[in-house]
């Protein structure tokens, strides 16, 4: 035996070290991977609102502003209670915006919230959509409480809008298929943990 090193002749010898990295990397990869899947995931809010003001630019605006890099989101906005309703039916919309005293055209607030809540109730009940209500006309307090408890979400306008995006979190995390995993269990305003 000789103490004399001889060089490499070609031959590939790999070390540990160099197989962790390659594992690692691959780790790395499979995770960015993940991560890009996830920020293609569409997501369709429709913003329920008879007047495309402010409110609802500001409302897109906000959520575009949080959630643009990890969802693809596409917005709509729409007036009409049967138009709503058509696209909860067909699975079109994932996220309900609703602007409560703005959807219905009618000179009786009474009878636009009625129908408001019979719209929240048709959406929420046979399809299981996330319902984020906006209300600016509090008056009727039994009416606000109806809508309150049927909505998944409530803000009397004006809200601040770091408790609406906390919100509309929630409601990405309620969707289901998003992590191939049942649907998140999250504890609603009265404590309640609900699927």
């Given amino acids: 035996m000789s103490d004399r090193s001889y060089p490499n002749a070609g031959e590939l010898i790999l070390s540990r070290n160099r197989s962790l990295a390659i594992k690692r990397s691959d780790l790395v990869k499979r995770g960015l991977a993940l991560v890009d899947e996830l920020k293609r995931r569409q ?17 897109r ?18 007036k009409d209670d049967e138009e709503i309703w058509e696209l ?4 079109v919309v994932n996220i309900f915006v609703l602007v409560a005293n703005n959807i ?17 109730t048709q959406i929420k009940t046979p399809y299981e959509r996330p319902v984020i209500a906006c209300l ?3 008056e ?22 770091d ?13 289901p298929g998003f992590d191939e995993v049942p649907l998140k269990r999250f504890e609603g305003r009265a404590g309640y943990k609900t699927t």
């Fill in 163 to 175: 408790d609406f995006l906390g919100a509309f979190e929630k409601c990405l995390d309620m969707l």
């Fill in 104 to 120: 219905f055209l009618s000179e009786d607030i009474q009878e636009r919230l009625e129908k408001v809540l019979q719209l929240i």
């Fill in 61 to 78: 605006g906000c959520i575009e502003r949080k959630f643009k890099d990890r969802y693809d989101l596409k917005f709509r906005s729409y």
């Fill in 136 to 138: 600016g006309w509090l």
């Fill in 140 to 161: 009727d307090p039994s009416l606000v409480a109806r809508i309150k408890l049927s909505a998944d979400f409530f803000f009397p306008l004006p809200f601040r809008f």
């Fill in 43 to 59: 997501v369709n809010v429709l913003i329920g609102n008879h007047n495309y003001d402010d409110l609802t630019d500001l409302l």
């Fill in 88 to 91: 909860a039916k067909n699975g």
